[in-house]
């Protein structure tokens, strides 16, 4: 408060935070939307562009998580030794290349090693600029640096998305990892420029210290029960990045935007955690929280019912100029009921965590708490890819004629797919348009049998997606186009194949009188989500005995005291 030699009444003064805080959460920001944005589409860029198997795609898409949750942990000791700012470009270079080389060198090796990279930046970063928004506030503005750094994460999460379902649907899964690799170029060049350390270097704790305090924290049972409790609820919330995506393109199709979907989970934390957990404010802790364990296997309940909720009649909903799948409608559910149990769950398990811990270690045992997430990710490898092999299988592990009919299921303005030889046969430069060749002409007519010989084909160069080429076609007056598409697969004996084929659509969708059904290899897609029910309850009836039996414990042993 400025001092003008005038009595004045005391006031709080709102103490503006240093340039650096400021400068981190940009570059927290950057980080985030590069990872969420990668992240989104990870399982499927691996299935689909590398030719990882389901349950190999979700292995790897897993374990990638897993690891960057367990790594702060002794991330931390570099960072307190050299420095947050050499640290922070340390990160944003080994995130910079790794994204560059995951989507530069389609091969599974290179893809494992550029994880790695990226794993090890990304957990780098979290305690760095979490640090720098501790020591750049003072215990009365604590709670606004720590509010101002949760929104920058939410922010970015929700931009990352967004920006991710663009490039999909226009440039493919491959683009989004040199959007990634270019966001945190940005963030690496704005550390370099203008961050400033704010917390001398320490090497006062050690690797060796990090383990002790890690088996400290594990030998305390109740502490450990209650995280993997906590990890059941990280599970089923975990499916909106690794397994709904795939879900939705096998069984309603491309299109959809699943990244723009995943975005209504943090803005409903961002909207309603503040008031939520201040109306729960007089719960005990384990009342709110096993209000969200209720919560969550709901959201995986909407999302069964949504795929029994498939368009019978071949339409879709309408409201005025837009239109939308019903399925997309409940899978919208049941990511705000995903975000409503977090709210729920996360703020008061955070507090509980702290009263589980002993006198003095409150820091401690919140700073392992993230062994949850890390526990969640690791089941969610191991039992997802056997789940979509299982239910939602990958089309491209049959024949032509599956693929056929789950494209006319799933698109509707597909009409049929020409085979690599076939395709290879249209002209494949900008000049004016040239008629069809006779073999590619009796192809057409197994669609059109009335089809005359005067087709008239170009090239469109407006693609921009990799490996993707687009032809125009005229028929009978109307415009068509023909898409490639490149496909890459393992199939169950290891062999790797890979080949071309091209699709023929329309431009408007086809109006059916009989919708075209599924093959019956996904009649039970939905019994994916009827498993992590099961894991919602298993995780509510276990915090339900965990609450009884610790209470037990606690009077008897104040019995005992008196």
């Not at 690799?181 to 090497?203: A, D, E, H, Q, W």
């Not at 009921?337 to 006198?359: D, I, T």
């Not at 005067?454 to 032809?471: G, Y």
Request: a positive charge.
């Amino acid at each position: 408060m400025i001092n003008d030699g005038h009595s004045q009444s005391p006031v709080t003064e709102r103490k503006p935070f240093p340039p650096t805080f400021w400068f981190a959460n940009l570059t927290e920001l950057f980080e985030r939307a590069a990872y969420y944005g990668m992240f989104i589409t990870l399982n499927r860029y691996l299935n689909q562009d590398i030719g990882f198997n389901d349950f190999w795609s979700a292995i790897i898409s897993g374990n990638f998580p897993a690891l960057m949750y367990f790594l702060p942990m002794f991330a931390g000791l570099l960072a307190d030794r050299i420095g947050f700012r050499k640290s922070l470009i340390m990160a944003f270079a080994l995130l910079t290349v790794g994204y560059a080389l995951l989507g530069f060198y389609q091969l599974k090796a290179t893809v494992i090693i550029a994880l790695l990279l990226i794993a090890a930046g990304g957990a780098t970063i979290k305690p760095c600029i979490s640090g720098t928004a501790a020591h750049s506030s003072t215990g009365e503005t604590r709670a606004r640096a720590m509010s101002i750094f949760y929104m920058v994460v939410n922010i970015g999460s929700f931009s990352g998305k967004m920006l991710a379902g663009v490039l999909n649907e226009n440039m493919g899964l491959q683009a989004i990892n040199y959007y990634a690799s270019g966001m945190s170029l940005v963030g690496l060049l704005v550390i370099i420029f203008f961050y400033r350390n704010i917390k001398p270097t320490s090497s006062s704790r050690s690797i060796t210290a990090v383990f002790e305090d890690l088996w400290n924290v594990i030998k305390n049972l109740r502490f450990l029960i209650l995280v993997l409790i906590a990890g059941g609820f990280w599970m089923l919330q975990g499916q909106m990045y690794i397994s709904m995506p795939t879900f939705i393109e096998r069984v309603i199709g491309k299109g959809y935007k699943p990244e723009w979907l995943a975005n209504i989970n943090p803005l409903v934390v961002v909207l309603l955690a503040v008031p939520i957990t201040h109306l729960m404010r007089k719960l005990a802790p384990t009342s709110s929280i096993g209000l969200g364990l209720l919560i969550i296997p709901l959201s995986m309940l909407c999302w069964a019912w949504g795929f029994q909720a498939r368009p019978i009649d071949g339409q879709l909903l309408h409201w005025g100029s837009y239109s939308i799948h019903p399925t997309i409608i409940y899978f919208a559910v049941g990511i705000a009921l995903m975000g409503l149990a977090e709210c729920c769950m996360q703020p008061r398990f955070l507090e509980f965590v702290s009263k589980q811990a002993p006198p003095g270690k409150e820091g401690l045992y919140l700073g392992f708490q993230n062994l949850n997430s890390c526990i969640s990710w690791i089941f969610n490898s191991l039992i997802t890819g056997i789940l979509l092999a299982s239910f939602c299988p990958n089309p491209n592990l049959y024949s032509l004629e599956f693929r056929h009919q789950w494209r006319q299921a799933t698109n509707p303005r597909y009409y049929l797919t020409l085979t690599e030889p076939l395709g290879q046969q249209l002209p494949h430069d900008n000049d004016d348009p040239v008629l069809l060749s006779s073999e590619l002409i009796n192809a057409l007519h197994t669609q059109w049998p009335e089809l005359d010989d005067n087709i008239l084909v170009t090239k469109d160069a407006k693609s921009q997606a990799p490996d993707e080429l687009i032809w125009n076609l005229s028929i009978h007056g109307e415009r068509y186009q023909i898409k490639s598409q490149k496909i890459k697969i393992t199939r169950p004996n290891g062999e790797i194949a890979q080949w071309k084929e091209y699709l023929l659509v329309g431009l408007e969708a086809r109006q059916y009188t009989v919708p075209p059904q599924l093959p019956a290899e996904y009649a039970r897609a939905h019994h994916i989500w009827y498993v992590f029910i099961g894991i919602g309850i298993a995780t509510l009836t276990a915090l339900i005995i965990y609450k009884l039996v610790t209470e037990r414990i606690d009077r008897l042993a104040r019995a005992r005291g008196q």
